[in-house]
């Protein structure tokens, strides 16, 4: 027993609440005996079943979950496919953005009407160059137009798979900002397993160890300020709206990763807690708010 | 010539289009015929509906506990799980068994199982002594499967093996692999041995007991 394995001779319901169906699928693919025994005699033996016939409903409901978590996990592979997109989606785009800059800055002296961003960059690209600087300055405008093409393809990728390996949580934050929270956690697992506290925070980790280091207040949102329930919030509630949305989005998650069903409830409960919060802000000063129609 | 042996308890010969074929009562799994509730066993979709459409002595009589190496997507695992008792279906790969789920939903003594028949110990803790042990896995050391999953057969049980000649050598004659396959099989006696042309090129199916220890 020196490498952690359970005595030899132990089944797979030893120690498992009966009505545990989590724990008994985590017994069925993480368990081992070293030879196959009576299970069913044994079972019903330790009291885990009532009856055999009890004993195999129970031992197929088990083994019916931990192969579907499993081939949801092997297969939800995919997750490794969405991380590496969206990451390179950003890449791409920044990038980009960055080679627009200098595009802008380069075409400025050559042009007064020069604009910025990647539409110049874009204009330029389609014009025709006049002498050698001009023709560099356009070779360079056009890997900013394919850059911006990759982006938006990869980002097409992104929408279309987020959906699929990720539902509910795609559903509740969108595919893009679904698939960068599943990006900064490192996979739909580990994201699954994270306190609702740490999603909140996801990619604010910067501010949140200036404030661990008690030179910062507490960081109230990471990239889920994207959203709008958090970002179209009144500033004072804005803390409260991001931990209502984490909370949501870590079941998600969840549910995502454990069963993979859609829940449509979830987005209801978000958008009456969302709704809530704001009723808060326009009770405090009937100013703000203005989403017409619901005023009380 | 002795005669066809009988076919175990709920499978039965049905004419479908104007041909006998083998069949089972179950929910239908691949859009395969039926008949009220008759669902057609294609021997060239399945080994062991092979092997019994060509009449070797299997022993399955019905409602036997079966160990079940190699289910794959659950065609042939179906069928079993219609006319057998606890049927314990192991796979390896994560994709056949998404197709598996929903099989063995609809059939509450079938247990999907995703573990790898090369490591029985990751399943001894859920699969009792069985009567029959079916193996149809296309692996590398198909002999050694068997040997090692010998300790799930009761003394009296059957190992229904399909070799797939292809899946162990690709160089080798078919007829090399076989032989290498039976003697390398030390820990059975081999009861019956067919080649399962014309439904299944290049494999052979055995039937085999556990030696006895003396």
Known sequence: MNDGTPPAGTGWFDGV?????????????????????????????????ESEEAYYDALHEATL?????????REGADDRQLVHAVRAMDDVERVANELAERVAEWGGTRDADAGTGVEYARTLADREADDPAGAALRGLAERVADLDEESQSLRAYVERTAPEVAPNLSMLAGPVLAARLVALAGGLKPLARK?????????????????????????????????????GIDPAERGSA????????????RVDHYSGDLRPELQ?????RIERIRARTRDGDGESGGDGGTGQ | MTPAPDLPEGVVRHTFDGRERLAT?????????TDGDLRLWDAGRSKLGAMLTTGMDTGLVGGETVLYLGAASGTTVSHVADFA?????????????????????????????LKDARAPETYAHVVEPVDVVVQDVATRGQARVAEIN??????????????????????????????????DLTGYEVLETARLDPHHEDHLAVVARPARSE
Not at chain 1, 32 to 41: G, K, L, T, Y
Not at chain 2, 25 to 33: I, K, L
Not at chain 2, 89 to 104: G, I, S
Not at chain 2, 168 to 180: L, Q, R, Y
Request: proline share 8%; hydrophobic share 40%; charged share 30%.
């Open chain 1, 65 to 73: 979950h931990a192969a579907r978590r499993e081939v949801r996990e």
């Open chain 2, 85 to 113: 008792g606890p049927t314990y279906a192991v796979e390896f790969a994560a994709r056949p068994v998404r197709d598996l789920l929903p099989v063995a939903e609809a059939r509450p003594n079938l247990v999907p199982l």
């Open chain 2, 150 to 183: 010998r300790q799930f057969l009761r003394d009296d049980g059957r190992l229904l093996a399909v070799v797939k000649a292809r899946s162990e050598d690709v160089t080798a004659t078919p007829e090399d692999v076989f032989d290498a396959f039976l003697d």
């Open chain 1, 195 to 231: 306190p609702s506290g740490t999603v909140q925070v996801l990619g604010a980790e910067d501010a949140l160890f200036a404030h661990l280091r008690g030179r910062a207040p507490s960081p109230k949102h990471g990239v889920i300020y994207v959203h709008e329930y958090v970002s």
């Open chain 2, 25 to 33: 009562r179950g929910e239908p799994v691949y859009g395969e015929p």
């Open chain 1, 17 to 49: 609440d009966p009505e545990d169906v989590e724990a008994a699928a985590d017994a069925i693919t993480d368990g081992n005996a070293e030879s196959p025994r009576d299970w069913p005699a044994l079972a019903v033996e330790s009291g885990f079943a």
């Open chain 1, 268 to 272: 209801a409960e978000l958008d009456e």
């Open chain 1, 242 to 253: 991001a931990r209502a949305l984490a909370g949501k989005l870590s079941i998600a998650a």
